[in-house]
């Protein structure tokens, strides 16, 4: 079936491409001259001010982190860090989760994205890492994941190694055997403990991480305001209830 769906993609891209080129022999010659010229033009503006963009993007980054790293530090003073992020996380992704992200969330202490720009390399890379506490689940106490997009726009994924203890009993089987059984059953019961060790990008879900990392008050207030909705319908709804009880004693009167 996959190389089926193959097949009809690469007969689709043919048909646009013989489409697009019929097009653009209907274009009179003086002009497609014209409009070479002018995209021309365009990738040469593009390439002078790639690095010039790379530079304002790495000064950016530099600016943003040195920010992160203080809320960072006045927010390790806080009585209650430990539990920072893993509210965060479970107020913002709990209608994602599987069965075991809220026991892998509940070990959580911090998490950190950190972006970096190689202006001569011409390179980007995002990286997120998340730092746990001793748990009955991994040995890790770091583990990352992390997306490196180079000048042809080619990401590659690093990510960590995840180490899971080994809580089988049965001791005749091999160690990485069962090691593997236990990264299995968990795993996959988990959407973070997933995708950390998928080496696919998903730069989507990296993306919701980031933006979580760097307004995770925005989550905090959604559920205030939630919550002061929920007050007022109990005051509403209580207020309703008290009038019919009057109506109801002049009623009897």
Same mark, same amino acid.
């Given at each position: 079936? +996959? &190389?089926?769906?193959?097949?009809?993609?690469?007969?689709?891209?043919?048909?646009?491409?013989?489409?697009?080129?019929?097009? &653009?022999?209907?274009?009179?010659?003086?002009?497609? !001259?014209?409009?070479?010229?002018?995209?021309?033009?365009?990738?040469?503006?593009?390439?002078?001010?790639?690095?010039?963009?790379?530079?304002?993007?790495?000064?950016?980054?530099?600016?943003?982190? @040195?920010?992160?790293?203080?809320?960072?530090?006045? *927010?390790?003073?806080?009585?209650?860090?430990?539990?920072? #992020?893993?509210?965060?996380?479970?107020?913002?992704?709990?209608?994602?989760?599987?069965?075991?992200?809220? &026991?892998?969330?509940?070990?959580?202490?911090?998490?950190?994205?950190?972006?970096?720009?190689?202006?001569? @390399?011409?390179? $980007?890379?995002?990286?997120? $890492?998340?730092?746990?506490?001793?748990?009955?689940?991994?040995?890790?106490?770091?583990?990352?994941?992390?997306?490196?997009?180079?000048?042809?726009?080619?990401?590659?994924?690093?990510?960590?190694?995840? !180490?899971?203890?080994?809580?089988? $009993?049965? +001791?005749?089987?091999?160690?990485?055997?069962?090691?593997?059984?236990? +990264?299995?059953?968990?795993?996959?019961?988990?959407?973070? *403990?997933? #995708?950390?060790?998928?080496?696919?990008?998903?730069? !989507?879900?990296?993306?919701?991480?980031?933006?979580?990392?760097?307004?995770p008050f925005s989550v905090l207030l959604e559920e205030d305001v939630e919550n002061d909705?929920?007050?007022?319908?109990?005051?509403?709804?209580?207020?309703?209830?008290?009038?019919?009880?009057?109506?109801?004693?002049?009623?009897?009167?």
């Amino acid at each position: 079936m +996959k &190389a089926n769906k193959k097949q009809v993609k690469v007969i689709n891209e043919s048909e646009q491409s013989a489409q697009s080129k019929s097009e &653009a022999s209907q274009i009179p010659k003086d002009i497609q !001259e014209k409009l070479d010229t002018i995209n021309e033009k365009i990738r040469e503006i593009y390439e002078q001010n790639k690095k010039k963009m790379l530079a304002i993007e790495h000064k950016y980054t530099e600016q943003m982190a @040195a920010q992160f790293k203080k809320r960072s530090e006045l *927010l390790s003073k806080t009585k209650d860090f430990e539990g920072f #992020w893993s509210s965060i996380l479970t107020q913002s992704m709990i209608n994602n989760f599987a069965d075991n992200d809220q &026991a892998v969330v509940d070990c959580l202490v911090n998490m950190e994205v950190e972006n970096k720009v190689d202006v001569e @390399a011409e390179t $980007t890379s995002k990286k997120i $890492t998340f730092y746990f506490k001793d748990n009955s689940i991994f040995k890790n106490k770091q583990i990352s994941k992390e997306n490196v997009i180079d000048k042809n726009g080619e990401v590659k994924v690093n990510v960590t190694k995840i !180490e899971y203890y080994d809580n089988n $009993t049965n +001791k005749t089987e091999n160690k990485n055997d069962k090691n593997k059984k236990r +990264k299995q059953n968990f795993s996959e019961s988990s959407f973070i *403990l997933s #995708w950390l060790e998928s080496e696919e990008p998903d730069v !989507e879900t990296l993306d919701e991480f980031s933006k979580l990392y760097e307004d995770p008050f925005s989550v905090l207030l959604e559920e205030d305001v939630e919550n002061d909705d929920d007050e007022d319908d109990d005051d509403f709804n209580s207020e309703d209830y008290d009038a019919e009880e009057d109506a109801e004693e002049e009623d009897d009167e």
